[in-house]
């Protein structure tokens, strides 16, 4: 069992940073940078901005998820030496889908005393005004490649609250086809540029989304629900017509959300219309 508390031995800081506007840091945050000997940064030029707005002149040093396993074991004998240093990111919370997991871990196993200074996180200030569900599940980025994307949304189909992605604009398109796909049509929200002078929040069904979009991108979707919509292709249809949508455009559209043959869906429902 490992169990740290103060004992005035040096400290590994994990500083959360603002998310755009730089008016967020905390004046704790400021202090302790101000203090540490050094300040590991994902990417030390957008870094730079932020410390040169404080004028904070703590030398800055990079560290990031391509950095070696010896550079980490560098900055711990550093910290073993005496000396309190602070990991940042880019925005947000180091370690929450930022560098500093495998730092941590070898603090950790050094007996180093770790010490998070709250502040600005994305996902967490998304979901405030997303006005959906609690609980919450934040998964990060998603997987890239398309078949392993599906595999990790179908095995969270039946999640129930709030399901929250971080996604990069020019692959939010194929993520919500795979989502339509697999999850079915839900309630969705787009927090973009949190923070930031064109912040904006979109509230919508999935199938209804903008997707042409730039920027940071947090991506909430609505859990698992019993005897919701999910994945039946007649209402999503339905749906579709009665908000104009001519029905050849909407059998397409729901045929290609949930990656089934646009003809067969057609043929079955008509059928399904001239029984009804």
Request: glycine share 4%; charged share 30%.
């Amino acid at each position: 069992m490992r169990r740290f508390s103060y004992d005035g031995s040096p400290i590994l800081y994990l500083v959360a940073t603002p998310i755009g506007n730089l008016e967020d840091i905390t004046y704790r945050a400021s202090r302790i940078l101000k203090e540490v000997k050094r300040i590991y940064a994902e990417d030390t030029r957008n870094s730079l901005v932020l410390l040169k707005h404080y004028d904070i002149k703590t030398p800055l040093v990079s560290y990031h998820d391509f950095s070696s396993l010896e550079e980490a074991k560098k900055i711990i004998d550093y910290i073993l030496a005496g000396n309190d240093v602070a990991l940042i990111s880019d925005a947000g919370m180091p370690v929450i889908s930022d560098p500093g997991f495998k730092l941590v871990e070898l603090a950790i196993q050094n007996d180093i005393r770790v010490v998070v200074v709250p502040g600005p996180s994305a996902f967490i200030t998304a979901f405030a005004a997303s006005n959906l569900a609690m609980p919450l599940h934040f998964y990060g980025f998603l997987p890239p490649k398309e078949l392993k994307r599906q595999e990790f949304l179908e095995n969270i189909k039946y999640q129930t609250g709030t399901l929250i992605f971080y996604e990069a604009p020019h692959r939010l398109r194929e993520t919500v086809c795979s989502m339509l796909r697999i999850l079915g049509d839900r309630k969705a929200v787009i927090a973009r540029e949190l923070t930031k002078k064109y912040e904006e929040y979109i509230w919508d069904n999935l199938s209804n989304l903008d997707l042409d979009l730039k920027g940071e991108i947090v991506l909430l979707v609505e859990g698992h629900i019993e005897n919701n919509l999910e994945t039946d292709p007649f209402k999503l249809i339905d749906l579709k017509v009665k908000e104009g949508t001519k029905l050849s455009s909407a059998v397409k559209e729901v045929a290609l959300m949930l990656n089934l043959k646009k003809n067969e869906l057609y043929l079955e429902y008509l059928k399904k219309k001239e029984n009804q």
